[in-house]
């Protein structure tokens, strides 16, 4: 072993001295700097681009919203301003919501609050081709209502809900054992984060 490690050294040796010697032969040597390396993704503790995080507060009263108050999503930025239009998932990704807020603190006419009384709220997935309107539900919660007429839950999904480029997120809160009621005025903040469409 100890008359191998001579020739080692002999052998890195020459091989650190080899471009001086092109040099020296004429062989010109330009060295190369190399700036383009890649910025590094601004991962969290779920390993995901912060940049693609989405945070969503439902607004009622939106011309062409989903159900009887026309709400629709808009997404909320880093920096707390709500943006101007109602969200979309971008073409060729696809929104996995992993946590839904919902609650209501004023009622419609003629709800009792009663300790007993229950509001079921719905999450739904919503696609639209032409006159086809496909809206099915992909989460339902419920809560009862307190003495002083609130209610509402915090749902955290294991497995999330995906929605895809084209479709939209639908939400509502009812009570269903009155059907002469209209839908109830809900706020909802709807939390996840954007992916690559793997079929895109």
Same mark, same amino acid.
């Given at each position: 072993m100890?008359?191998?490690?001579?020739?080692? !050294?002999?052998?890195?040796? +020459?091989a650190?001295? #080899?471009?001086p010697?092109l040099?020296? $032969?004429?062989?010109? =040597?330009?060295?190369?700097? /190399? @700036?383009?390396?890649?910025?590094? #993704?601004l $991962?969290?503790? &779920?390993?995901?681009?912060?940049?693609?995080? /989405?945070v969503?507060?439902?607004?009622?009263? =939106? @011309?062409?919203?989903?159900? !009887?108050?026309?709400s629709?999503f808009?997404?909320v930025?880093?920096?707390?301003?709500?943006?101007?239009?109602?969200?979309?998932?971008?073409?060729? *990704?696809i929104? =996995?919501a992993? %946590?839904?807020?919902?609650w209501?603190?004023?009622f419609?006419?003629? &709800?009792?609050?009663?300790?007993?009384?229950?509001?079921?709220?719905?999450l739904s997935?919503?696609f639209?081709?032409?006159?086809?309107?496909s809206?099915?539900? /992909? +989460?339902?919660?419920s809560?009862?209502? %307190?003495?002083?007429?609130?209610?509402?839950?915090?749902?955290?999904?294991?497995?999330?809900?995906? =929605?895809?480029?084209?479709?939209?997120?639908?939400?509502?809160?009812? /009570?269903?054992?009155?059907?002469? +009621?209209?839908?109830?005025r809900? *706020?909802?903040?709807?939390?996840g984060? +954007?992916?690559?469409?793997?079929?895109?």
């Open positions: 100890l008359r191998i490690l001579p020739l080692v !050294l002999s052998a890195v040796i +020459l650190v001295g #080899a471009e010697a040099a020296q $032969r004429g062989r010109p =040597v330009t060295a190369v700097e /190399v @700036t383009n390396f890649p910025t590094p #993704a $991962r969290t503790h &779920v390993n995901s681009d912060v940049r693609s995080f /989405v969503l507060r439902r607004q009622p009263d =939106v @011309t062409g919203g989903c159900g !009887l108050q026309e629709e808009f997404r930025g880093s920096n707390g301003r709500r943006e101007d239009t109602p969200f979309r998932v971008p073409a060729g *990704q929104l =996995v992993t %946590d839904v807020d919902w209501i603190a004023d419609t006419k003629g &709800v009792d609050k009663e300790r007993n009384d229950v509001r079921y709220f719905d997935i919503e639209r081709d032409g006159p086809f309107v809206n099915l539900s /992909v +989460l339902r919660s809560a009862f209502v %307190d003495f002083q007429g609130r209610s509402g839950r915090s749902e955290h999904m294991t497995t999330g809900v995906a =929605v895809a480029s084209g479709s939209r997120l639908c939400a509502s809160a009812q /009570v269903f054992d009155n059907p002469d +009621l209209d839908e109830l809900v *706020q909802v903040i709807v939390r984060y +954007l992916i690559p469409d793997p079929d895109a």
